[in-house]
């Protein structure tokens, strides 16, 4: 539900933003189009893979006993509706900063999640290790990411605006974004790949 609402108010304020079933707008020519159209892109690739990554775990790991887990999942996949919002604060110099930190927060509050059970020594799951060290390096990239924004544009942006670099700091979250999405999902195959195989047999 959570998912599919969000794509639909998505692609409806992408729609606002270029009225393409009207009078297009969009101008490749135009930085602020172009950066605006490959932050949606590049935050539905994460939405994506992430719901994807959902799908696989409540197969192999429903609910059961508690009700902690079902709403987390609650919290951290209503929290994607307003990262996707945010992506449109791609051609904002004074606010991406808070995209990106949000997207920080999300990691950070997936790697706790995973902390808690190891804590408690209840944590069993095949990958959990590489799963919370992923979670704690893209939160500390996106943090860095987002303070640096800051600092070199946001803060300075009324007094000393440097849209080059600007631009450069948009692409450089965006490919960062990316590369973690798509490595996010290739894990995933790897695993379901390595699950369907027939164990060999020992004598």
């Not at 969009?26 to 539905?44: G, K, Q, Y």
């Not at 996949?77 to 307003?82: E, N, V, Y």
């Not at 990411?145 to 605006?161: D, F, R, S, V």
């Not at 965006?174 to 164990?199: G, T, Y």
Request: no cysteine; glycine share 4%.
């Amino acid at each position: 539900m959570f998912f599919s609402l969000t794509l639909v108010t998505g692609f409806r304020l992408l729609n606002d933003r270029f009225h393409w079933n009207t009078a297009p707008t969009f101008d490749i020519t135009n930085w602020n189009d172009v950066l605006v159209l490959v932050s949606f892109l590049t935050t539905l690739l994460f939405i994506v893979t992430a719901w994807l990554g959902f799908s696989v775990l409540i197969e192999r790991v429903p609910y059961q006993g508690s009700f902690n887990r079902f709403f987390f999942d609650t919290a951290r996949f209503s929290a994607i509706f307003p990262l996707l919002m945010w992506s449109f604060l791609a051609e904002s110099p004074q606010h991406f900063q808070l995209f990106v930190w949000g997207l920080a927060t999300w990691h950070f509050a997936m790697a706790l999640w995973y902390v808690w059970p190891m804590l408690l020594g209840k944590s069993h799951r095949t990958g959990h290790s590489i799963d919370l060290n992923s979670h704690i390096v893209i939160s500390v990239v996106y943090f860095g990411l987002g303070l640096a924004y800051y600092l070199l544009i946001a803060k300075k942006w009324e007094t000393a605006p440097n849209n080059t670099l600007r631009i450069a700091l948009v692409l450089i979250t965006m490919v960062a974004i990316a590369i973690w999405s798509i490595d996010r999902l290739l894990n995933l195959q790897k695993r379901l790949v390595q699950e369907a195989a027939p164990k060999e047999l020992t004598t």
